[in-house]
């Protein structure tokens, strides 16, 4: 599912990009700095690319992405895809799947 977020510049913006036509992997969101503009606006971790100011990513290289997010001081606008993988959410308690199994061999036997 896309969504679409506007980021009230001058930049920082407080994402890193990852991939590009260049890299034959789609741009993806690497890095989000905690507090940032991108932050704040809900940009995730591992999210895709889709648009920059509304130019299609696809065929762009890593580059040409940076340059266009550079080139926006006022506004910048994302379309962006969910990430398919979830992101790994910490736990409190370690989950437990099932009790260990008591092995025969190692009950009630000294060494």
């Known amino acids: 599912m ?8 001058p930049g920082p913006w407080g994402f890193r990009l990852q991939g590009g036509k260049d890299f034959n ?4 969101i690497s890095r989000i700095t905690p507090g940032s503009k991108a932050a ?3 940009v995730n971790q591992g999210d895709v690319v889709v648009a920059i100011d509304g130019v299609n990513t696809d ?7 940076q340059n266009k ?3 926006a001081s006022y506004n910048l606008s994302l379309t962006l895809q969910k990430s398919k993988r979830p992101a790994p959410v910490p736990t409190a ?3 437990i799947d099932s009790p260990m199994p008591v092995i025969a061999h190692q009950i009630g036997r000294a060494h």
Do not use: N
């Open 59 to 65: 065929g762009m290289t890593h580059l040409e992405a």
């Open 69 to 71: 997010i550079k080139s």
């Open 40 to 42: 704040q606006s809900h």
């Open 25 to 28: 992997m789609p741009l993806t």
């Open 93 to 95: 308690t370690p989950r």
């Open 2 to 9: 896309a969504y679409s977020v506007s980021l009230t510049g």
